[in-house]
C-alpha cells in the first residue's frame, strides 16, 4: 500500500496546529519508500506505552454473568412508573422479572 501524502510547503492558520508547532515540525525529513519500509507498529515499536495503555483503558470489569441486550415493548405506565423513582429504574425492572420468573436471589 503505498500512501501519498502533500506536505503543506507553508504554515496555515486554522489547521489544528499553531504557527510554534509548524515551526518545531517543519525540519522532519521527508517520509521515504525506505523509512516507511523501516516503519514499524506502534505496538512493536513501543511495547511497554502499548500495555500501559491497554492497562489503562478504565471500563467496567468484566462480568462473569454479564446482562443481554434485548429489545423489549411495555406499556408506558409501566415504565413510567419505574422511571419515576429515578435512577436504576431498568435494574429495578429487571429485579421485578427475576421476582416473576421465579429467579430472585
Known amino acids: 500500500m503505498v500512501v501519498k501524502f502533500e506536505r503543506p510547503r507553508s504554515f496555515k492558520e486554522g489547521r489544528g496546529y499553531t504557527k510554534q508547532d509548524w515551526d518545531e515540525v517543519s525540519d522532519n525529513p521527508p517520509v521515504t519508500e525506505e523509512t ?3 516503519a514499524k507498529p ?3 515499536a513501543f511495547p511497554e506505552l502499548t500495555e500501559e495503555i491497554r492497562r489503562n483503558l478504565g471500563g467496567r470489569p468484566k462480568s462473569e454473568n454479564p446482562k443481554l441486550a434485548v429489545s423489549i415493548r411495555l406499556d ?3 415504565v413510567e412508573a419505574f422511571k419515576a423513582d429515578g435512577e436504576g429504574w431498568q435494574s429495578r425492572i429487571n429485579e421485578a ?4 420468573a421465579g429467579l430472585l436471589r
Open 36 to 38: 516507511l519500509r523501516k
Open 42 to 44: 506502534f505496538t512493536e
Open 76 to 78: 408506558r405506565d409501566v
Open 97 to 100: 422479572l427475576r421476582k416473576a
